[in-house]
């Protein structure tokens, strides 16, 4: 399988000709017919088998066919419109790029329209938002770096725009920049307020109780620090950060990354909690972790790692500042701390 984020296929010699072109253009990955494969090709014989191996595989497919035989291929291995990837149809003349499937989060419709300017075909949109002229706050949400909660919620909030009806949006830090949105956006200065809208969004890293039609929106802001004792398994250290998260009421979707002291880099446990939630994992070293000053000292972690705190120090360390929202809290074998990244603000 190539290391390209876009395959593209092809079923006809004058397809075959336009895949290579965008594929150039693009570094992307071009599956043709075996019949017409060239060197720089990836040959197939079965095109339904071929789809059934690769669609999970990358971040996004152009498919140089009849838009039928697409839907027929792919259909079984649609999921959500928050994991499929990125599906765009073009015809083997080149006239027309239409986006598919997943043209807001997945980013059909860029890709389409880039492809588009690239042989110069017109871009098919159809998506309402687009069509109608107003933002889709899934495209505001993921131009900004914002997690979205639940998918199911974007309709009521795209609907409220599309019918014209200004959108209350609580973010009390300012994650999402609305003030050029007057027309579509206004702020909500009080959660609760979002209860009694015809449709909200909320935008924290702390954790609401709302109805399913706000929006949640969480900024990935927060570094967790994490110790433990030598063999502790994933499922130790999820207990711990999922219990605590909990009390304070705040969202996993938020977290950045995990960090930790360098003596745990070849930590099964610890490697596998970060590989399970999808963060990037840190290592310093205990003269870093050193460095940080207001943390809660442990004789014990002194004595067996060289630095009197680990969890508190390895937040604030990736955290760029000092902000420690969560302090040490510990189980019987794993510790943990969160800090606010200072480096990640609101507009």
Not at 94 to 103: D, E, K, Q
Not at 194 to 219: A, F, M, Q, S, T
Request: with cysteine; charged share 20%; glycine share 8%.
């Amino acid at each position: 399988m190539s290391n390209s984020k876009t395959a593209i296929y092809s079923l006809t010699a004058k397809g075959a000709d336009l895949a290579r072109k965008i594929a150039f253009a693009t570094g992307s990955v071009s599956y043709v017919l075996e019949r017409y494969a060239e060197e720089s090709d990836i040959p197939f014989t079965g095109f339904t088998s071929l789809i059934s191996d690769t669609f999970s595989a990358y971040e996004s497919h152009i498919f140089i066919m009849a838009s039928g035989i697409v839907v027929r291929a792919i259909a079984p291995h649609l999921k959500s419109k928050d994991t499929d990837p990125a599906v765009v149809v073009l015809d083997q003349e080149g006239r027309f790029a239409i986006s598919l499937v997943s043209g807001h989060l997945g980013g059909a419709n860029e890709l389409a329209r880039m492809v588009a300017g690239q042989i110069g075909a017109t871009a098919v949109i159809t998506t309402a938002t687009d069509c109608a002229g107003v933002p889709s706050i899934d495209m505001l949400a993921r131009a900004s770096g914002l997690v979205i909660g639940d998918t199911g919620s974007i309709k009521h909030v795209n609907s409220a725009l599309l019918d014209g009806d200004k959108v209350g949006v609580y973010d009390p830090e300012i994650f999402l920049n609305i003030d050029g949105l007057s027309e579509f956006f206004y702020k909500v200065d009080n959660v609760a307020d979002l209860d009694e809208l015809r449709c909200g969004v909320c935008i924290d890293w702390r954790i609401h109780d709302l109805p399913e039609n706000v929006l949640k929106l969480y900024p990935k802001c927060l570094r967790l620090g994490v110790g433990c004792r030598r063999g502790v398994p994933a499922e130790e250290i999820n207990a711990l950060v999922t219990d605590v998260l909990a009390d304070h009421g705040i969202a996993l979707q938020s977290i950045v990354s995990l960090g930790t002291i360098d003596a745990k880099n070849d930590e099964v446990g610890m490697l596998e909690f970060a590989r399970q939630k999808n963060l990037k994992i840190n290592f310093f070293s205990a003269d870093e972790l050193e460095e940080i000053k207001g943390t809660t000292p442990s004789g014990l972690v002194m004595k067996h790692m060289g630095v009197g705190s680990v969890c508190e120090a390895a937040a604030m360390k990736q955290s760029g500042g000092d902000n420690l929202i969560v302090p040490k809290k510990k189980s019987a074998r794993v510790t943990m701390s969160l800090a606010k990244d200072v480096r990640v603000k609101g507009v």
